[in-house]
Antibody
Framework: QVQLVQSGAEVKKPGSSVKVSCKASGGTFTSYAISWVRQAPGQGLEWMGGIFPILDIPNYAQKFQGRVTISADKSTSTAYMELSSLRSEDTAVYYC?????????????WGQGTLVTVSS | QSVLTQPPSVSAAPGQRVTISCSGSSSNIGSNYVSWYQQLPGTAPKLLIYENNKRPSGIPDQFSGSKSGTSATLGITGLQTGDEADYYCGTWDSSLSAGPVFGGGTKLTVL
């Protein structure tokens, strides 16, 4: 049983950056991909990007290219998502999730979510 | 604007059956598997259906999925008030900006 535990809520100023962590337990961290999905208040789900730790190569949604950095630390089984140049529209709950891409393209385990509030 | 189209809301009485549709295109639903997620208020999404019609361990057979062409459908039978949630469809989009995509979500109300 895979468990993903995320870091706590953050309040950030516009223009700053935020880094959210996602610690995995259960399963073999390097054998699956971790994605980041965000959900603005009252809105739907939006994929931001992901990483396959064993390859250490991230891929990003076009919308976030240049502003998001996704990384993984194999030694601690932790994935990170850093979003820079924050604006009010980035206020959202950010989720990490295990992505199964070899066959069905789906997210089978999710973190509890991290609320990031961007406000002056 | 979501890549996949879902109705904003559906409703039905307890014990009844409801279906939720998800419409896409040839570059996403038309050529890839569909998954469905349930999001109860204030919680993370939970996988209900994967690969069009498979249920993960622990998901009751009250939930079912199907796909035809560029559309997919989630069916829920024996509705209970505990099924009130937002439901999202998802798939892979193989267009230029390839990646996972979702529907806008459907709010299910059990009257």
């Amino acid at each position: 049983q895979v468990q993903l535990v995320q870091s706590g809520a953050e309040v950030k100023k516009p223009g700053s950056s935020v880094k959210v962590s996602c610690k995995a337990s259960g399963g073999t961290f390097t054998s699956y991909a971790i994605s980041w999905v965000r959900q603005a208040p009252g809105q739907g789900l939006e994929w931001m990007g992901g990483i396959f730790p064993i390859l250490d190569i991230p891929n990003y949604a076009q919308k976030f290219q240049g502003r998001v950095t996704i990384s993984a630390d194999k030694s601690t089984s932790t994935a990170y998502m850093e979003l820079s140049s924050l604006r009010s529209e980035d206020t959202a709950v950010y989720y990490c999730a295990r992505f199964i891409g070899a066959t069905g393209y789906y997210f089978d385990y999710w973190g509890q979510g991290t609320l990031v509030t961007v406000s002056s | 604007q979501s890549v996949l189209t879902q109705p904003p809301s559906v409703s039905a009485a307890p014990g009844q059956r409801v279906t939720i549709s998800c419409s896409g295109s040839s570059s996403n639903i038309g050529s890839n598997y569909v998954s469905w997620y349930q999001q109860l208020p204030g919680t993370a999404p939970k996988l209900l259906i994967y690969e069009n019609n498979k249920r993960p361990s622990g998901i009751p057979d009250q939930f079912s999925g199907s796909k035809s062409g560029t559309s997919a459908t989630l069916g829920i039978t024996g509705l209970q008030t505990g099924d009130e949630a937002d439901y999202y469809c998802g798939t892979w989009d193989s267009s230029l900006s390839a990646g996972p995509v979702f529907g806008g979500g459907t709010k299910l109300t059990v009257l």
